[in-house]
């Protein structure tokens, strides 16, 4: 329940934050730089972990494993951070992208323990 929520957060803010961006044309310098990469760890983790469930045929509280997140934030960060500026001026890789990438993950990986320790103390009440 708690990691629906967060997506949808997640997910309005992202949109939110880029209709400000690109069609109010309001700019906010620390949002407009930092925003989308601390928003978009959450947003591909939930989406990855959706795929996976279902692919897999598991139930849909199964939480993505801690080596998957690491392994997927070091992957998009260095797609992000060292591919596309490599093959493209528009581009500019910062140091400071990583740790936003890094920060959605972690809080990610917080809200997937909340979430299942939620989860098992509803079924112990339950029971």
Same mark, same amino acid.
Request: proline share 5%; glycine share 2%; aromatic share 16%.
């Given at each position: 329940?708690?990691?629906?929520?967060?997506?949808?957060?997640?997910? &309005?803010?992202?949109?939110?934050?880029?209709?400000?961006?690109?069609?109010?044309?309001?700019?906010?310098?620390? &949002?407009?730089?930092?925003?989308?990469?601390?928003?978009?760890? #959450?947003?591909?983790?939930?989406?990855?972990?959706?795929?996976?469930?279902?692919?897999?045929?598991?139930?849909?509280?199964? #939480?993505?494993?801690?080596?998957?997140?690491?392994?997927?934030?070091?992957?998009?960060?260095?797609?992000?951070?060292?591919?596309?500026?490599?093959?493209?001026?528009?581009?500019? #890789?910062?140091?400071?992208?990583?740790?936003?990438?890094?920060?959605?993950?972690?809080?990610?990986?917080?809200?997937?323990?909340?979430?299942?320790?939620?989860?098992?103390?509803?079924?112990?009440?339950?029971?």
């Amino acid at each position: 329940m708690y990691r629906l929520l967060f997506f949808v957060m997640n997910a &309005a803010v992202f949109v939110a934050h880029q209709l400000m961006q690109k069609i109010l044309a309001i700019r906010q310098p620390f &949002a407009d730089s930092y925003l989308d990469d601390i928003v978009a760890m #959450p947003i591909i983790l939930s989406l990855l972990m959706t795929e996976k469930n279902w692919r897999n045929k598991k139930p849909l509280s199964r #939480p993505l494993n801690n080596w998957y997140i690491i392994a997927t934030t070091i992957y998009l960060a260095f797609v992000a951070e060292v591919a596309f500026p490599y093959f493209s001026r528009r581009f500019t #890789p910062d140091i400071w992208d990583v740790a936003c990438y890094g920060l959605g993950s972690f809080l990610f990986y917080l809200l997937q323990k909340l979430d299942m320790a939620n989860r098992s103390a509803a079924l112990i009440k339950h029971n």
